[in-house]
């Protein structure tokens, strides 16, 4: 159930994220933003912590920060694997995306899910 919550969510924020670059990030509609959501955390299953693997050393080196390069390539993948439904123009443009993604989900995950957390214990 979190894992559907959290592809609505990350849908939600292409599209905005769509209509507020929309010069360098295109979306065909909200079914591509879900479809590319879902692939998204596909690749973040499969291909993430094999990049994080490869790619330890220099996330150690510069304390985690690599990580946003491997979240910008996930996103990178996404867009070569959706075709013209999901466009980011350069890898810029995804790293920004990223960052941007890493932060609305840290807020979303410490509004919605944290309150929960302490209303169970």
Not at 46 to 63: A, E, G, H, K, N
Not at 84 to 101: D, N, P, S, Y
Request: with cysteine; hydrophobic share 60%.
């Amino acid at each position: 159930m979190r894992w559907l919550l959290g592809c609505l969510i990350n849908a939600v924020l292409f599209m905005a994220l769509a209509g507020y670059f929309h010069e360098s990030f295109q979306l065909t509609g909200f079914v591509a933003a879900l479809e590319a959501s879902v692939l998204l955390s596909i690749l973040n299953v499969l291909v993430r912590p094999f990049l994080i693997l490869l790619t330890l050393p220099v996330t150690v080196v510069t304390m985690g920060l690599f990580l946003f390069v491997i979240n910008a390539i996930t996103l990178e993948l996404t867009d070569y694997l959706m075709g013209t439904a999901f466009e980011i123009r350069g890898f810029g443009m995804a790293l920004f995306f990223a960052v941007l993604m890493a932060l609305v989900n840290v807020i979303i995950q410490k509004t919605l899910f944290e309150p929960s957390r302490k209303a169970k214990k």
